[in-house]
């Protein structure tokens, strides 16, 4: 009984290694109970793979530990997919809104690098992408921005799949 355990605890070890998670905000915030206030953390992570896929996660916990835990879970649930070019960049330019943070982002020749910053860039590194501009418009909330940069990245769309929504071969849309 005990081998079934171990066996599966491996497996789940061996699933996690290709996911990286970045803390990007720690907070200490209080709730106003009956008997005074009530401490606890909140956890902005950012789950990604490095090959496409990230996530922004929120957790709240009475200690750090716990309230980071929750952020990745809660990264993982919201994944998404992000089209990259052979160049490690996007396949257009892209606008994202997240609350009143607003990202602009553009295609980069390769070597540029990742220029952006704050939650932004950590968003970009875990997703994969390794030449872009970016800017950060409007707030400087870490959450916002990064929830921004997802909405950004979730509005990416190949040259295939505009072709195909379009009815048209690939080849046309260059004309």
Partial sequence: MATGGRR????AKKEETNWQERVIQIRRVSKVVKGGKKLSFRAIVVVGN????????????????????KGVVDGKK????IPITKSNS?????NGIGGGAKVMMRPAAPGTGVIAGG???????LAGI???LAKQLGSNNPLNNARAA??????????????????VPIENLYV
Avoid: C, M, W
């Fill in 90 to 94: 996007i396949p257009h330019p892209v």
């Fill in 150 to 167: 997802v909405n950004a990245l979730s509005g990416l769309r190949t040259f295939s799949e505009v072709a195909e929504d379009r009815g």
């Fill in 50 to 69: 490095e090959r496409g896929q990230v996530g922004v996660g929120v957790g709240k916990a009475a200690d750090v530990i716990g309230a980071v835990k």
């Fill in 8 to 11: 599966k605890a491996s497996r």
């Fill in 119 to 125: 939650a932004v860039r950590t968003v970009l590194e």
């Fill in 130 to 132: 390794r030449n872009i």
């Fill in 78 to 81: 919201h994944l998404i997919d």
